[in-house]
């Protein structure tokens, strides 16, 4: 890992790759927490998988990918939505071909582009090393968006995340800020492309949330741990694949499920031995008092 730091000084590509980390941290943390909490993991990685259609598509016709992903995966958060809030009985079937029908879409435009489209490639598997320094400022938009969204909306979305019916009650717009959840998350599935690519960007959306999980309830604690946890595993898993010549995106998720497991394996001893604590007190309590 020195030699990743020393070659972080002298090289740009390196900078640009871990200021692309750090940037998706922060829709990872934030969209991540509400993705754990409202239990729509299944749905994030339907929107996710959609999205190499709008990208094949948008290099077939020479657009740039990541506007292509963008409107595909803001066009799969709208119809799941939808289908989600008046069609429930078929959400998981059309998630499930929305994922394969996207998949399908993509290879098809890729397969009829000239050339070999190593960029496209990119974005299926990840490769950060390969982040160009103009989508930087594509990435720091996003995440402007999605804070001021998430800040301007922060209580309607909170009602909507953990009791619908309640949200109802209140006389807030249900549907509309469900919409409204699914296309953030649509924007920050564009965000993690870039960094572990498509095929990967489920595990880093929900990992550092959930590990945040274990340890704070407060939703706004969670999206602050997760943001952090994802800015430390990002680079630390780019610094751990440095060396060895490794993908990035590949190590960064397995550094990621390895903490996941480590914590949840923690919290399971912690919790058992609080039980075995409460237990012995609990006799103690019952001999003296005998």
């Given at each position: 890992m020195d030699g990743f730091f020393t070659a972080l000084a002298q090289h740009a590509f390196l900078q640009t790759a871990v200021a692309a980390a750090l940037l998706a941290s922060i829709g990872c943390g934030v969209m991540g927490t509400y993705v754990v909490v409202k239990r729509i993991a299944f749905i994030a990685g339907g929107i996710a998988h959609s999205v190499l259609g709008g990208m094949g598509a948008a290099v077939y016709f020479g657009f740039?990918?990541?506007?292509?992903?963008?409107?595909?995966?803001?066009?799969?958060?709208?119809?799941?939505?939808?289908?989600?809030l008046h069609w429930q009985a078929q959400e998981d079937t059309l998630i499930g071909a929305l994922w394969a029908i996207g998949m399908a879409i993509g290879v098809i435009f890729i397969s009829?582009?000239?050339?070999?489209?190593?960029?496209?490639?990119?974005?299926?598997?990840?490769?950060?090393?390969?982040?160009?320094?103009?989508?930087?400022?594509?990435?720091?938009?996003?995440?402007?968006?999605?804070?001021?969204?998430?800040?301007?909306?922060?209580r309607q979305?909170?009602?909507?995340?953990?009791?619908?019916e309640f949200a109802?009650?209140?006389?807030?717009?249900?549907?509309?800020?469900?919409?409204?959840?699914?296309?953030?998350?649509?924007v920050t599935v564009v965000l993690l492309i870039q960094v572990v690519g498509l095929i990967l960007v489920l595990a880093l959306l929900t990992l550092p949330a959930a590990v945040a999980g274990h340890y704070v309830h407060s939703l706004g604690r969670m999206m602050l741990i997760a943001s952090?946890?994802?800015s430390v595993l990002s680079v630390v898993g780019l610094a751990l694949s440095y060396g060895p010549d490794l993908p990035a995106g590949p190590t960064i998720i397995l550094l990621a499920g390895c903490v996941?497991?480590?914590?949840?394996?923690?919290?399971?001893?912690i919790n058992r031995r609080k039980t075995q604590l409460s237990a012995r007190r609990r006799a103690d309590a019952r001999g003296k008092n005998g």
């Open positions: 740039d990918p990541l506007h292509g992903a963008l409107l595909a995966a803001i066009a799969a958060a709208l119809l799941i939505g939808w289908v989600r009829k582009t000239p050339g070999y489209q190593s960029d496209l490639m990119s974005y299926l598997f990840g490769n950060i090393l390969l982040v160009p320094r103009e989508s930087l400022w594509f990435m720091l938009a996003m995440d402007i968006v999605l804070l001021v969204v998430v800040a301007v909306y922060h979305l909170l009602a909507v995340v953990f009791d619908e109802r009650l209140r006389g807030i717009p249900v549907g509309f800020f469900y919409l409204l959840l699914l296309n953030l998350v649509a952090l946890l994802g996941y497991v480590g914590s949840a394996l923690l919290v399971q001893f």
